[in-house]
């Protein structure tokens, strides 16, 4: 005698909507089965039903049908209470139907049959049902045949699950089925600490080389191998999934938290072996994130995310595990949030732009600023440059924050010419902007709109060996011919080679003001800074010192010919109106200037 179906109402719609089958499309394999179930009976209608919490829903029909209709006036609502098929031969004399709407209603159903869809856990989550206008009986045969039909239906959507479930190139468990199991654990060992370990084999650079030079065919055969390594490592002690691509996951099975971790430092060789399934020798480098975790009703998204951050630090720090930090994942956090706002910003004017006086050292008069941008996130509040400059220039966002930028300056450089003080103003630019094939028209394009010359703006950019490709020194050569300056700035660090300065049409040159902020005191950085700026005027270029704080380094830097000067000795950045004014201040200082009306 089969067994009842389990009563548990909460785990039994649980079992239902794990199937990940309510409020999905039909599909032809159904909809021929009630054909065929319909065909079979010689009935008038014959239906799939599911029955969620409070609904009945037809995943098929044919013929005459119920509607998705509340479950307590269905049929099948009695079907999933026991084992066997229910067959209602006449509703009229059924007390449990005869005032049913379905019965006494036009469709007048009077024969019902329906075999429960059971899950393997004992579940019963819908039913396989016939239904007639007329009284009817069913033999035991026959029910049979329709319990049958019924384990069709419920072995076809089982492995519509396990398909969605498993990875098609690897063939392991994906990312669903890690979702479920965290859930399942969660549920049976709460409490409990577990490892999850992310882990990118081969990394994502890696990866698009093998699938450019080799094939994309050549690549899943790989991630095949890589996988079965993995199970063959961890066989015993934890469940390997395949999340995307090449990122796999390992899940620990025990609480030995501790002996896990150092089980995953262990396997530093077996990682670094050599692939060898296609008889290329290949070493790939891979990048993993270890969370510890407790199995808790959020342990299903917070670990995979956690895991991710932290294989994130990993590739940061170029080394095979990253532990998760919640510091670091914070800082994530903000990151993405602040890439996330940035358009917001520039739309609604949360960026600003304040100017950073430059000092002739000749005279003391202040006729150039640099443009400096800055941040008052509207819930943040001040976000230094030195956090998102280099976030934004990693993105397409630098893009329109530049085209922002450059509009902004030129707009206020107008402004000045048009009330008689003859400013210009250097702008800072990325490798990024010189490779917009629209850079130097839309440069020409706002100094036009805002009647600049455009000999009153200089473009500021990090020197480097990027400059050297050809369509970037195209740009620079145009941005040029339109008769703007080019500064290089940061000079004396980084790249440095003053040979590439020949290709580049630089006018300037900025010493980074780390050689400066301590010239007078440090002996060596007095050598390097005297050096540079002899040689880059004897190559005629302008020199401007950037970082000057003390009155010492300024009389250090005039005496070895440097041509101008900005820092905190002068002033901080200022708003527009505060520099005009400190501008106009250092013009009355010194009244042999000339005036700066134009």
Known sequence: MPLLPKNSEPERLEALHRLGILNTNTSEYFDAITRLVMDLYGVSGAYISLLD?????????????????????????????????????????????????????????????????????????????????????????????????????????????????????????????????????????????????????????????IIRVLGAGVYDALVREVGARLLRLFEGRAQVYHLTDARFAILSRDGDTDGFIRYLHALEPELQAPLTSLNIPMALTSFGGIVVFDLCADAAQDAPRKAAAAINQSALNQQRWSCYSNAEDEKQKRAFRLLNDVRHAIAHDHFELVYQPKHELNNGACLAAEALLRWNHAELGPVSPAEFIPLIEKTALIGPLSHWVIRTAIRQIGAWHAAGHAIKVAINLSAYNFEEPDIVARLAATCREFEVDPRYVEIECTEGIWMEAPGILDALHAIRDLGMSLALDDFGTGYSNFAYLQKVPASVVKVDQSLIRNVHANPRDQRIVRSLIALARELDYQVVAEGVETEQSLGLIRSWGCDLAQGYHFARPLSAPAFIAHAVAHRDRHPGIAELAL
């Open 53 to 209: 919490s409070d609904r009945q829903w037809l995943k098929s029909s044919v013929g005459l049908c119920p509607p998705n209709t509340q479950r307590d006036q269905t049929f099948c609502n009695y079907t999933i209470q026991q084992a066997s098929v229910l067959v209602i031969e006449d509703a009229l004399l059924d007390e449990r139907f005869a005032s049913n709407p379905m019965v006494s209603g036009p469709q007048g159903v009077r024969f019902y049959a329906g075999a429960p869809l059971i899950t393997a856990e004992g579940y019963a989550v819908g039913a396989v049902c016939i239904i007639d206008q007329q009284p009817r009986t069913l033999n035991v045969g026959e029910q049979d045949k329709l319990t049958r039909l019924a384990s069709l239906v419920m072995s076809h959507i089982t492995l519509g699950r396990v398909v969605g479930h498993v990875d098609a190139v690897s063939g392991l468990p994906n990312k669903y089925q890690m979702f479920e199991d965290l859930s399942a654990y969660a549920q049976a060992s709460a409490g409990e600490y577990r490892v999850l370990a992310g882990i990118d084999m081969p990394d994502a650079a890696k990866a698009f080389e």
